[in-house]
């Protein structure tokens, strides 16, 4: 039910899509030709079971070529991130008792339209961090600190996740001229 929802809802990006090249135009035509013989069929009482033969054969082709257009669109559709849900990434911990590094994962995590929660989950305590979207473009998202009750923002650091180079890095504020970069960026939901 969900696949035939998700194709309801993208048909014109996929019909949009079938138009602009050689195969999905053949697609689209073996599509309405498949079902303007199945109405045909239906209409006539009696007609040629090679006519039903060819309707299904048209029909398939028509579906599977879609089927293919769909997957390319889809598979070449890039990334929103205005969109995104949910940002995980990997944190570095220094483990002093073992002094090895080690990876753990955090979470940056949209509460409502405006404000963001970061997470990380640490042996020595954990962080917690709200953040605002200052700037979405292409390849990345900016955040900035969520102010505080008062509406003040105490603490200038900004975070910005970057898709090109799969990292999330930070600055002390936005007068500072370099990123620094630890974290690894591991998913965009």
Known sequence: MDALKAIVENAPAIIG???Q???GIVALVC???AVATVVYLAVTPKTSPWLGLAALA???FGTLGLSVVSLYVGAGRALDLADARVITFKTPYFDTATSRYRLLNATITRIDATVWREFQQRPDGNAEFRHVIKAVEPDRI???RA???SGQTTDPTELAVDITNRELCF???PDASTWECPYALAAIQ
């Open 142 to 144: 900016l955040f900035a």
């Open 171 to 173: 600055r002390a504020g």
């Open 31 to 33: 599509l309405v030709i």
């Open 21 to 23: 090249s050689r195969f």
């Open 58 to 60: 048209l029909l398939m």
């Open 17 to 19: 899509a079938a138009s």
């Open 147 to 149: 102010p505080n009750g």
